[in-house]
């Protein structure tokens, strides 16, 4: 599954919201630094979907607001 996120780091919270069928936003404590907070997205990403880190793929944005992510299912 394919999903679109916009990524807000440095928030007081870690969450995530369902904007539209397959549009997120998350808000994730980690700074944008040295991909910490990619790896906290990645955690709250499977955390949420429950599956495990390593089903989660970004795909585009890496260093980006808005990310492309493969959640394998």
Do not use: Q
């Amino acid at each position: 599954m394919r999903i679109y996120l916009k990524v807000i780091p440095r928030a007081s919270v870690n969450s995530l919201e369902k904007i539209n069928e397959g549009e997120y936003k998350a808000k994730l404590t980690a700074p944008p630094v040295d991909g910490k907070a990619n790896l906290a997205l990645i955690k709250l990403l499977a955390e949420y979907f429950g599956v495990s880190k390593s089903a989660i793929t970004i795909i585009g944005g890496k260093t980006a607001r808005i990310k492309i992510v493969d959640v394998d299912l």
